[in-house]
């Protein structure tokens, strides 16, 4: 099982939006509702920004935004600020005996 | 608040054992899946395995032979134990915790630096 496939870094400037990227497989995020965001900043826990594909935990901010079409989900941050330059990774749960999860390759969010 | 941390050693000998524990703090284990994960700078984030707090596990196959995760509900603590490591097991080890086998991971620890080296 390969990991989800993310851009390996993504820039905006302060206001603007971005989207990232994660694609898997008809296996991963194309079976099922059970994909995951979450944000890391150096030295810090992951936070999970997005669950279900699209909910988002209570507090995190409504800039904070998920959607799934076929074997490809994304997040996008809209009115980038300078906070959320950060590592995000994707997480899939698999239908499979073998292995219950997968990783995205992670994105470097830049805020220029 | 939830809190997870890992502790154990941060150098381990090619072949021998890894052994480290996630204790848990400011909620119950009762009702969650409790996983580890660990980063390397080559794989990125691996899924290596869950319990839940029954005791039941599952493992990712590539880590299946060699792989041990328990529980202590008295002493809220996860235990991970990995068997004949070799330098590619070096990594940032993490527990965390969800609420369904298939769900997010709502909490994790900060992660502990394990060295695989002789």
């Known amino acids: 099982q390969s990991a989800l496939t993310q851009p390996a870094s993504v820039s905006g400037s302060p206001g603007q939006s971005i989207t990232i990227s994660c694609t898997g497989t008809n296996k991963d995020i194309g079976s099922h509702n059970y994909v995951s965001w979450y944000q890391q900043h150096p030295g810090k826990a992951p936070k999970v920004l997005i669950y279900g594909v699209t909910n988002r935990p209570s507090g995190v901010s409504d800039r904070f935004s998920g959607s799934k079409s076929g074997n490809t989900a994304s997040l996008t941050i809209s009115d980038l600020q300078p906070e959320d330059e950060a590592d995000y990774f994707c997480?899939?749960?698999?239908?499979?005996?073998?292995?219950?999860?997968?990783f995205g390759s992670g994105t470097t969010v830049t805020v220029v | 608040q939830v809190q997870l941390q890992e502790s154990g050693p941060g150098l381990v000998k090619p072949s021998e054992t890894l052994s480290l524990i996630c204790t848990v703090s400011?909620?119950?284990?009762?009702?969650?899946?409790w996983s580890w994960i660990r980063e390397t700078p080559g794989r990125g984030l691996e899924w290596i395995g869950h319990?839940?707090?029954?005791?039941?596990?599952n493992y990712n196959s590539a880590f299946e032979s060699r792989v041990t995760i328990s529980i202590d509900m008295s002493k809220n603590q996860i235990s991970l134990i990995l068997r004949s490591v070799t330098a590619s097991d070096t990594a940032v080890y993490y527990c965390?915790?969800?609420?369904?086998?298939?769900?997010?991971?709502?909490?994790w620890g900060q992660g502990t630096l394990v060295t695989v080296s002789s």
């Open positions: 965390a915790r969800h609420f369904y086998e298939y769900g997010d991971f709502r909490y």
């Open positions: 997480n899939s749960y698999v239908s499979s005996s073998a292995l219950n999860h997968v």
């Open positions: 400011g909620g119950s284990m009762t009702g969650y899946y």
């Open positions: 319990i839940y707090h029954s005791g039941s596990t």
